[in-house]
Structures are given as structure tokens and as C-alpha cells.
């Protein structure tokens, strides 16, 4: 088998060294090897961590076959759960369920215990939510309050207590001026603690040498901690959780270790000044609440379908603790990340959402009754004219998408590639170098991303110490409350200029930080635009003394238009630019530019950043946006192909133990067909590699006389054995009755259909009632790359 080696965003290749794949391609559903050397397996219990407690419940087929196996007459623990790196089985999980409910529904009516049994079950769901809303909005209240007291380490430290940040150092001091209101002799500056003075060359040096150093320091820790504890925490995690939503098995992806390590290099890489957000690696987290809660109820511990409707919702809760958007998370989690979206999980997420919300609010990590740093509040009415600049940022942000998700693509495949992947730690030492040097002389790349964005979007005041805000103060009457025009003063044209190398600084570090091996969110690209009063244009509809242009409405469209571009989001995004600023009326631009970014980006190439990461690690996604054009047949796409050795079947009476074991160990499939006999080929049923194995060896330990010799029946009748013959073993219990099928002639548009919207793992292809060959979920991603002439073995698992 060739070797892959892992190096990507998604998983960061220290912790496993290899994983092996073969590259045969007559094989079914592989399962991807056991060469994976995790520190943390332990991390999600599997499904059948109850081995041998007997408790488990075998599984129960589609058209509810016997339910006890005929071992002992007792289930088997461990049938019917998956391999690491497997694609569920959709239609298996939520058949196991409805047969669950039906039992409890049907218990319920015999005594009270069992109602009260059947009550639990049905609230447990909410409960769940409950949980993770409060478990997430505290994890996030956390890691805001320590981002914000880290960032300004970076600058001086408070004399009153260490633990203040700069802002709440100087909220209680009276010697504050206006001027300078973050001036206050509590808050030091390292340059002022260490050589005591805060001006000339030595104190400028000073204080750029311990902001570097500290951010190296903090950029150290993050990757160090991802590297030695938890591998998975690197990255957003969002092109994985949709991978896993789709219904394929990474464990450890969403465990107690990938969570406790995220939510500490989250706040380090953040407060170490790398140009990364937050937004995508607190869904991860709040992911990760969503899954170690689950680990409560046995309902959603046991069924993996069940399991991916709470990561939905938790999804949702990441989204609206990010952004402090709890509806524009909902949307989110239904138009960006979720595979399998029913009503139920809509209602649920929108619970959670609630929750999370409010959790975060009570915390108030900003100190300003919001849910988020950059709050603003314009109530300017827009003019019709304007939608042509707003249109104009459409464009540009669609075009800045675009290119960022080129560039930073080509450089993650050439991490991937080079030795540049070999050395993880020092290629984050070195971009935090970079960024912490070139960030320091710029005022608006040094503050935080959230700092800046507050700044940018918020209006002009009076009471404004903000560079921007820089005016002529010349003809203000000290009466009047209002702001009469006034040319810009000097500190505005600065403040452009540094405003556009920050922009030009920003878009380049970004494109060479996201996917780097420490949490990384995309930061929210901003923009502005300033406060010209005097053109030909505008003079129309500018009454005298009257606000004209809302600079602040500006670098919200702007920023609303990169995130649309680069992600290709349209509702959600415009729902959370409205919840996260509260400027209702500015729906219909902000709409407008997402629509005309994502045109414009989809016009330059059609995947997202998401999907395009997705791409890169080859994670086996079908994409369900992707319409599929070709006409091929099914017996185009099914194996065995005609030059192949013939498809590996089981009989439903004809073999031994020693046969079915041989069949195992010298395959790689991860499932057989049951036919009648070799001469009729006609099909009884499916079943799972992994529960033929579990139940043989569970036979041989607790079955008397289970031998080699002894014959295997998948029929519901045992005929009469030879006198001497061992006793036989049956296996029907473990057998799908009704596995998908579809015959050789049908078009391929509608097999990846079927795939698609049933979540199916594989499809046999039958001709006259006669098994002639199988399609599996990577038959159909080999296909869909091979018609979009991209490398078919990209695929690495399933």
C-alpha cells in the first residue's frame, strides 16, 4: 500500500505519522488502515466502548429482522458501529432509531415507569442543547476576556492587579484626560517599567522589543500545545465539521482534548497578533461541547445520525457566540455546514443559539452590555445613488475572495508538498516574526482585528479620539451638539494612508496564516471609505448641516462583501452584519453586496474557501451544490469493471468459518454481499465487515463448539446438520435485509442522487434480479473528479 503522508490544514500531520491506503481499484469500501499512532484515541469513546457489558443491542435491520443474534441469544456489544475514518450509514442509523422510539412508545403504555422513561427520552434532546448554549457561551465569554487581557500584555502591564486589561485599568482611575483617556499612571508600559520613561528612541525600541517577543512567545506556546497534545486543533476545523456532519468518522476530531487545547491556543494565537480570527475555531469548539455532552445520553451516544443533528445545532452556537448572532447562526448552520438539516434541528438550534447568547451576555466579557467588541449604531438613511459604491464593493470583495482563496491554496498544497510542512513550528514562528515586526510602527495593524473593526465601524463624534475622526475643529460652536462640516485635518490623511498599507499588510499575511498549524479563524477583512463632502455628486442630496456619507456603513459593506467572497455565504452573512451592528435599515446594501460578491467570486471560481480545503486534504465530501452534468450509467461507474477479478460474495449457506475468514483477511472491503449460491447470483442481503468479524470471534469465545469446520447460515431455517458435524453458526441477525439497489441501467445523475440524499455508504447494482457489481460513496468521488479531470486517488479515505 502507498504511504500518504498528512501534512494540511485539517490534520496536522504530527501525531500521525502515515495512513495507509490502497491504492487497488477493485476494492469496496475501504477502511482506512491501522497505522494511526494517536496520542488521544481515547478521546471519543467509540460507539461500542460497552464491550462485553452485553448490554448493547445488536443491530436491528432496515425491515426489522430478528432482533437478538442466534449466538447465545444475545446481542453482540460492537455490531453495528464503524471504523475511524468510515462514512456512516444513514439510512442504518436512523432505521436503528425509529425501532428504538417504536420499543419505548410501546412500553410506555404498560407502566408508569416506562412513561416517565419515555417523557426523559424526549426531553433529553432539549436538555442536550441546554447544556451545550450554557457550555459554549461560557467557553466563549473565557477566551474573549483572555484574548483582550493578552493582546494587551503585549503593550504594559497594570500596577493595580496584572489581571486588569488596559481598558479596565483605567476605567476606575480620575486622572484620565479626554485627550488621552487610555492614559492613566496605573497602566505602565514596558518601556516605563524598564528603563522608566515613555519617551524618545530607547522607550520606542523598548517597547517593539517585548511586543515582539511576546508575540513569538504566545505564538510558541499555541503551536508547541497543538503539536504535543491535541494535532486536530489546528486550523478552523469548519472544512472537517462538514466532513463529519456529511456523515464520515474522524475520532478524536471533536474530543475533550482537541477541546481543552483549542479553546487555550485560541486565545494565544489571537493575542500573539496573527492576522486570524476567532469565528471559525469557536464553532470547532463549540462542537466539540456538543459531541463530550452527547457522551450523557445513550440515545445520541449510540447513533451516529443522531449525534450529527446536535453538531448541527452546536454549529449554530458556535456561529451566534462568535458573532453574538444567534439567528445568523441558525442560518448559517443550515446554508454553509449542515449535510442533514431537519425541522426538529432547526427549532433545537435556534434553542441553543438562545441560550448560548444569553450565557455569553451575562458574562459581558466586553464590559459594554453587547455580545460583541464592534456594536455600532447608525441611523443615517442611505441614498439611492449609494447602491452603486455599495455594488462597486460587491465587486471588489468578490475579486479579493477569489484571489485570497487561490493564494492561500497554491501556499497550503505547497506546505503540503515542500519541506516547508516538515517544520510546522518554525513557520509559525517566523509569520508571527514578520506580522509583530511590520505591526508595530502601524497603529491600526498593532490593536486587535476586533479593536480595529470597532474603530472603523463606528460614526465620528464629537467626544472621538480616534484618528479618523481628526477634523478642523475651527467653526464648532461649543453649544451646539452637533457636528457642522469641517474639512479633514492632517491626522485623516495619515490615518488613510496607514489605513491602506494595513489593508494591502493584512490581505498578503492572511493568504500565509490560515491553515497554519494553530487555531485559525478568517479574520474580517475592513475597509473604508472618508468623509468627502464637497464632490459634484454629492451635492444633490446633501442638505447643509446634515450627515451625508456614513463612513462606518462603508467598512461594513466592504467587510460583509470579503467574508461573502471569500466564503460564499449570502443569507447568513447578511443576518449576521445586521445582528452583530444593528443597523436594520441597511439590509438592502449590505444584500446587495453580498450578492454581487458571491457572482463575482462564483463568475472566478466556483468553490468557497471551505470547499476548497475540503478539496486539498481530500476529505470524501459530495458536495450538494455541485450539479452533475454528465451522462454515464451505472455500469460505468460500478466494480468490478470488466478486466477485474470478479466481485467477493458470501453464499447465504454454502461456507465455512475458515472460508468467510480467509475472504477477510485477504480483502480489504468493508462489506460483502450475501447471494443465494455462486451459480444464481441472486441477492439475500449485505453485511458489514466489521460485524462478520466481531460476531465470529465472539462465537468462538462464547459459543461451544465454533470451530473452523463449522458451517455459516444466513437463512432463517438451519437445515438438519450431519450427526458429527460441528454446530453451525447463524449469522442472520447481522445481515441487511434490504441494502440499496439499483439496476445497471440507471443514469448516473440520478445514483449520485440517491448518495447524496440518503447518505448512503454503497449501492449494489443488480441486473434481472442478478448482483453484478457494487458503487461505493468513493466510486462516486473517484467518478466526479475524474469528469472534472482532477486526480481521482486525491480521495484519501472511506
Known amino acids: 500500500p502507498s504511504v500518504l503522508s498528512m501534512d494540511n490544514t485539517g490534520y496536522c500531520n504530527d501525531s500521525f505519522n502515515s495512513i495507509r491506503s490502497s491504492t487497488s481499484d477493485e476494492d469496496m469500501v475501504e477502511i482506512a488502515g491501522s497505522t494511526l499512532d494517536f496520542s488521544n484515541t481515547e478521546d471519543v469513546p467509540p460507539l461500542d466502548r460497552d464491550y462485553g457489558s452485553g448490554k448493547t443491542k445488536a443491530h436491528v435491520s432496515v425491515n426489522g429482522v430478528p432482533k437478538l443474534m442466534d449466538l447465545l441469544d444475545e446481542p453482540v456489544p460492537g455490531v453495528g458501529t464503524y471504523e475511524d475514518f468510515n462514512t456512516i450509514d444513514w439510512v442504518r442509523e436512523k432505521s436503528k432509531d425509529r425501532d428504538r422510539h417504536r420499543e419505548i412508545t410501546s412500553k410506555s403504555k404498560e407502566s408508569t415507569w416506562a412513561l416517565v422513561n419515555s417523557v426523559c427520552d424526549a426531553f433529553s434532546g432539549w436538555l442536550l442543547m441546554l447544556l451545550i448554549g450554557l457550555m459554549s457561551g461560557a467557553l466563549a465569554g473565557g477566551i474573549d476576556i483572555s484574548a483582550h487581557w493578552m493582546t494587551d500584555l503585549k503593550e504594559g502591564v497594570c500596577l493595580n492587579g496584572f489581571w486588569f486589561n488596559h481598558e479596565h485599568c483605567c476605567w476606575t482611575s480620575n486622572e484620565t484626560t479626554f485627550q488621552e483617556r487610555d492614559k492613566c499612571p496605573q497602566w505602565k508600559s514596558w518601556a516605563e517599567l524598564i528603563i522608566g520613561t515613555t519617551e524618545g528612541p530607547f522607550a520606542y525600541i523598548m517597547n517593539y522589543l517585548m511586543y515582539v517577543c511576546w508575540a513569538l512567545l504566545f505564538s510558541f506556546l499555541a503551536v508547541t500545545l497543538v503539536r504535543a497534545f491535541a494535532p486536530y486543533a489546528c486550523g478552523s476545523g469548519i472544512p472537517e465539521i462538514k466532513t463529519i456532519l456529511s456523515g464520515f468518522i474522524i475520532r478524536g476530531y471533536l474530543g475533550k482534548w482537541t477541546l481543552v487545547i483549542k479553546t487555550i491556543t485560541l486565545v494565544l494565537a489571537v493575542s500573539s497578533g496573527l492576522s486570524l480570527g476567532k469565528e471559525g475555531p469557536l464553532v470547532h469548539v463549540a462542537c466539540c461541547c456538543g459531541n463530550i455532552l452527547c457522551h450523557l445520553f445513550t440515545k445520541y451516544r449510540k447513533n451516529e445520525a443522531k449525534r450529527r443533528e446536535v453538531l448541527s445545532a452546536a454549529a449554530a452556537v458556535g456561529v451566534s457566540v462568535a458573532f453574538g448572532a444567534p439567528i445568523g447562526g441558525v442560518l448559517f448552520s443550515l446554508e454553509e455546514v449542515s449535510y442533514y438539516f431537519p425541522l426538529k434541528t432547526l427549532w433545537r438550534s435556534f434553542f441553543a443559539a438562545l441560550v448560548a447568547a444569553f450565557t455569553l451576555r451575562s458574562i459581558n466579557p466586553f464590559g459594554n452590555s453587547r455580545l460583541v467588541l464592534f456594536y455600532v449604531e447608525f441611523h443615517t438613511p442611505w441614498h439611492l445613488l449609494e447602491l452603486v459604491p455599495f455594488i462597486l464593493l460587491g465587486i471588489f470583495g468578490g475579486i479579493w475572495g477569489a484571489f485570497f482563496i487561490r493564494a492561500n491554496i497554491a501556499w497550503c498544497r505547497r506546505r503540503k508538498t515542500t519541506w516547508l510542512g516538515h517544520y510546522p513550528v518554525l513557520e509559525v514562528l517566523v509569520v508571527t516574526a514578520v506580522t509583530a515586526v511590520v505591526a508595530f510602527p502601524n497603529s491600526y495593524t498593532r490593536t486587535s482585528t476586533s479593536e480595529l473593526i470597532s474603530e472603523l465601524f463606528n460614526d465620528c463624534g464629537l467626544l472621538d479620539s480616534s484618528k479618523l475622526c481628526n477634523y478642523d475643529n475651527a467653526n464648532v460652536t461649543k453649544s451646539s451638539n452637533e457636528l457642522p462640516d469641517r474639512p479633514a485635518g492632517n491626522d485623516v490623511y495619515t490615518a488613510m494612508w496607514q489605513l491602506s498599507l494595513a489593508l494591502v499588510f493584512k490581505m498578503l499575511i492572511t493568504v500565509v496564516t490560515f491553515g497554519m498549524k494553530v487555531p485559525s479563524g478568517l479574520f474580517i477583512p475592513s475597509m473604508l471609505a472618508y468623509y468627502h463632502h464637497d464632490w459634484v455628486i454629492f451635492r444633490g442630496w446633501c442638505s447643509p448641516g446634515a450627515d451625508c456619507i456614513t463612513p462606518g456603513l462603508y467598512a461594513m459593506v466592504g467587510a460583509a462583501a470579503c467574508l461573502g467572497g471569500v466564503t460564499r455565504m449570502t443569507v447568513s452573512l447578511v443576518v449576521i452584519m445586521f445582528e452583530l451592528t444593528g443597523g436594520l435599515e441597511y439590509i438592502v ?162 445514483v449520485v442522487d440517491i448518495f447524496r440524499k440518503l447518505g448512503l455508504r454503497q449501492c449494489l447494482i443488480t441486473h434481472n434480479g442478478r448482483l453484478l457489481g457494487i458503487i461505493t460513496k468513493k466510486d462516486i468521488l473517484k467518478h466526479v473528479a475524474q469528469i472534472a479531470n482532477r486526480d481521482p486517488d486525491s480521495i484519501l479515505f472511506n
Open 589 to 750: 446594501p449590505l444584500m446587495a453586496a453580498a450578492m454581487t460578491s458571491k457572482w463575482v467570486a462564483d463568475a472566478i471560481g466556483r468553490e468557497g474557501i471551505y470547499e476548497a480545503h475540503i478539496r486539498l486534504n481530500g476529505y470524501p465530501f459530495l458536495e450538494a451544490k455541485e450539479e452533475f452534468s454528465h451522462k454515464t450509467l451505472a455500469m460505468d461507474v460500478m466494480r468490478p469493471r470488466r478486466s477485474d477479478p470478479p466481485l467477493s460474495v458470501l453464499t447465504q449457506d454454502g461456507m465455512t468459518v475458515e472460508d468467510v475468514e480467509t475472504m477477510i483477511t485477504d480483502t480489504t472491503y468493508s462489506g460483502f454481499p450475501v447471494v443465494v449460491s455462486h451459480e444464481s447470483q441472486r441477492l439475500v442481503g449485505f453485511v458489514l465487515r466489521r460485524d462478520l468479524t466481531i460476531s465470529i470471534d465472539n462465537a468462538r469465545q462464547r459459543q461451544d463448539g465454533i470451530v473452523s469446520t463449522s458451517r455459516v447460515f444466513f437463512t432463517e431455517y438451519t437445515p438438519p446438520q450431519p450427526p458429527n458435524s460441528p454446530p453451525p453458526l447463524k449469522l442472520r441477525g447481522i445481515m441487511d435485509l434490504s441494502p440499496f439497489t439499483v439496476t445497471d441501467h440507471t443514469a448516473m445523475d440520478i
